[in-house]
């Protein structure tokens, strides 16, 4: 058990609307990442967060957007979300900004219609 | 040409059979490689991880790395049924970069 907490584990949304997925690191760990997972496809990177600042960013549009607590817990909100979007959404908590040992939560998976 | 190659499979070996996942990647740049194990509906678990070129072992699994050739390997002998996963590799530039994933192997090992 990673410790890596997801919620919800499932979620229905209708084009258009907005989502806010949330994330708790692991036991002392200050990064968080955020990745999508299409159907057959590996994780793709979208943002990281580290001390509760924007640490990095993939190649994901403005209308995905994030927040991360002085408890290094960590939301990923989606706007007009498109079909596109439906997808595994992965979290990854860290030790420091290192990534060689990040440990992945059980996702949340997400249905766009 | 994707940065990070990997062949979707599926992979299907009998039970005892020594299992060979492979990636080849175009960046040379690429320092830390990551093999990481998915089963359905979950997400990836760390396998192991190794710097720059050469071998590591643990348990039934061995990670190799050959930089010359942009290629890692991740092997798995004494394959047990409770193998059947999907199989990711990930590789990053430096320790703190993101992680570049490969598509996934799904591997069935039959009892």
């Known amino acids: 058990e990673t410790g890596v907490t997801q919620s919800p584990t499932h979620l229905i949304k209708t084009r258009g609307q907005q989502v806010t997925l949330r994330c708790s690191s692991q036991?002392?760990?200050?990064?968080v990442s955020w990745y999508q997972q299409a159907l057959g496809q590996g994780p793709q990177f979208i943002f990281q967060y580290y001390r509760e600042e924007e640490n990095g960013r993939g190649n994901f549009p403005p209308r995905f957007s994030g927040l991360q607590f002085p408890n290094y817990s960590s939301e990923l909100n989606v706007n007009a979300l498109e079909l596109d979007d439906s997808a595994l959404y992965l979290c990854a908590s860290s030790r420091g900004q290192g990534n060689t040992e990040a440990f992945f939560g059980q996702g949340t998976r997400l249905t766009v219609v | 040409q994707k940065e990070v190659e990997q062949d979707p499979g599926p992979l299907s070996v009998p039970e005892g059979a020594i299992v060979s996942l492979n990636c080849t990647y175009s960046n040379s740049a690429f320092q830390y490689f990551m093999w990481y194990r998915q089963y359905s509906r979950k997400g990836p678990e760390l396998l192991m991880y190794?710097?720059?070129?050469g071998n590591k072992e643990d348990g039934r699994f061995t990670a190799q790395v050959d930089k010359s050739s942009k290629y890692i390997s991740l092997f798995i002998r004494d394959s047990q049924p409770s193998d059947s996963a999907t199989y990711l590799c990930?590789?990053?530039?430096?320790?703190?970069?993101?992680?570049?994933f490969g598509k996934g192997t799904m591997l069935l090992v039959s009892p």
């Open positions: 036991s002392g760990h200050n990064t």
């Open positions: 990930a590789m990053t530039l430096t320790g703190y970069s993101t992680l570049t």
């Open positions: 190794t710097y720059s070129s």
